[in-house]
């Protein structure tokens, strides 16, 4: 009798491990999806914005987290001195340029890391 026992209790330990297993497929899932949908977007694009911060140069024009457009006058390591209007400079951080601004004003879109086929 023990050992009628002992066989009922490895099959059922035997069926809740493979349920057990069964039971987290969902949530891993869930974790693939949100890592495709959310995270390594977001990690594309913090990439694409350090990238942008690095290759500023003198004379372009940008628009900051703030809202504020200029042209860059000046730059260091981690300040950004940016002339806002015909003598008046501020110096910001550099973290805090958002964009490049288009020929009309506004805020352009940050480039994407492949090459675009368009001009």
Request: charged share 15%; glycine share 14%.
């Amino acid at each position: 009798m023990v050992g009628i026992a002992n066989a009922a209790g490895n099959g059922a330990g035997g069926a809740f491990g493979a349920g057990g297993i069964a039971s987290f497929i969902p949530l891993i899932l869930i974790f693939v999806v949100f890592y495709f949908l959310l995270i390594r977007p977001q990690q594309k694009q913090a990439k694409a914005h350090q990238a942008f911060l690095n290759d500023l140069k003198k004379g372009h024009k940008v628009v900051t987290k703030g809202g504020l457009h200029g042209v860059i006058t000046a730059l260091t390591d981690t300040v950004v001195t940016l002339e806002i209007a015909k003598d008046v400079a501020v110096k910001i951080s550099r973290d805090a340029i958002g964009a490049p601004l288009n020929k009309d004003g506004a805020a352009a879109p940050m480039k994407k890391d492949a090459p675009s086929s368009g001009g």
